[in-house]
């Protein structure tokens, strides 16, 4: 079956720690998304990318960082210097041709106390 | 800026009844999809609307895209429980260019169907 997967699907941590969350597909999709959600809102984009080994910064790219090793692999890194990591991330991914539709992953709720 | 506009952002509908949410965006966009969330969950696609005067229907929803008004429109004809949930709308960034496929969502509309 093709899809996204995200892991873990809930992820706690300490302040001050980062924390690596994994997004893989094999939709065999060029280009993959992170986005964060919080309560009540919209997505916002933190990072995407395009092609392997390159990637650029969303709107909210601070205190993020991303790796694009791999087609099927776009890893987010949130790092101590996120203000606010708490929230809920989901992964996505697209054709570069054609509809453009994103497919989402299942998320991982992140909880940073 | 593209920016995103959907109403209303809560919804509370009788069973049986119809309703339309709107989403307006703020600059040129040539393509709109809708998605779904239920609590807790991912995003699901519903539509993908492609050109102008594009129209779509999935059992009791349809959406259509007016590209000229910046304005798309999601028809919830006689509303089920089952079709609780939140509904965002997202236009993508632009026709062309470095971020093709980036897409810029609403905040959302919370549909509450009670019986």
């Known amino acids: 079956d093709g899809g996204i997967t995200q892991s873990p699907k809930y992820l706690f941590r300490k302040e001050g720690q980062n924390v690596t969350l994994s997004c893989e597909q094999n939709?065999?999709?060029?280009?993959m998304y992170w986005y964060r959600q919080d309560p009540g809102q919209g997505l916002r984009l933190i990072y995407y990318?395009?092609?392997?080994?390159?990637?650029q910064k969303g709107d909210i790219a601070e205190g993020y960082s991303v790796s694009r090793e791999k087609k099927e692999s776009f890893p987010l890194t949130v790092t101590s210097a996120q203000k606010n990591p708490t929230a809920f991330y989901l992964c996505?991914?697209?054709?570069?041709?054609?509809?453009?539709?994103?497919?989402f992953g299942p998320g991982t709720r992140l909880t940073v106390t | 800026e593209l920016k995103v506009e959907q109403n209303p952002l809560f919804l509370s509908m009788q069973e049986g009844k119809n309703y339309t949410i709107y989403c307006n965006y703020s600059?040129?966009?040539?393509?709109l999809y809708w998605y779904r969330q239920d609590p807790g969950k991912s995003l699901e696609s519903l539509f993908v609307?492609?050109?102008?005067?594009a129209v779509k229907q999935e059992g009791r929803l349809m959406a259509s895209l007016d590209t000229k008004a910046r304005l798309s429109t999601l028809h919830i004809t006689a509303a089920v429980h089952d079709l609780s949930a939140t509904y965002f709308c997202?236009?993508?960034?632009?026709?062309?260019?470095?971020?093709?496929?980036?897409?810029?969502f609403g905040k959302g509309t919370k549909l509450s169907v009670k019986p």
């Open positions: 996505a991914s697209t054709n570069q041709a054609g509809v453009y539709e994103q497919y």
């Open positions: 600059t040129t966009s040539d393509r």
């Open positions: 939709l065999n999709h060029d280009a």
């Open positions: 990318s395009q092609i392997v080994n390159d990637f």
């Open positions: 997202a236009p993508k960034k632009g026709n062309y260019g470095g971020s093709q496929g980036n897409l810029i």
């Open positions: 609307l492609l050109s102008n005067g």
